[in-house]
């Protein structure tokens, strides 16, 4: 079961995606920034990071595509 995190490099997003890796589970992060990403989470097995704006409707829809779950864990502006 896939998991996609948005806002996966934010504060609850970082320790969701850390907890559901720790746990054995393929988790897909949505980010705006992958070097931020790289930095966090280095290379596991598991993670695949795909770098989108959420203005790009074409770009999210690709990196939901075969996702189970989506966790949503933008925080507010």
């Given at each position: 079961?896939?998991?996609?995190?948005?806002?996966?490099?934010?504060?609850?997003?970082?320790?969701?995606?850390?907890?559901?890796?720790?746990?054995g589970h393929p988790v897909r992060?949505?980010?705006?920034?992958?070097?931020?990403?790289?930095?966090?989470?280095?290379?596991?097995?598991?993670?695949?990071?795909?770098?989108?704006?959420?203005?790009?409707?074409?770009?999210?829809?690709?990196?939901?595509?075969?996702?189970?779950?989506?966790?949503?864990?933008?925080?507010?502006?």
């Open positions: 079961m896939t998991i996609a995190i948005v806002g996966a490099t934010g504060r609850i997003g970082s320790a969701v995606t850390r907890g559901l890796l720790g746990g992060a949505l980010v705006r920034d992958p070097d931020k990403a790289d930095r966090l989470f280095g290379d596991p097995p598991g993670l695949e990071i795909f770098p989108v704006q959420l203005e790009d409707q074409a770009a999210v829809t690709k990196a939901l595509a075969g996702a189970d779950t989506v966790f949503l864990a933008m925080g507010s502006i």
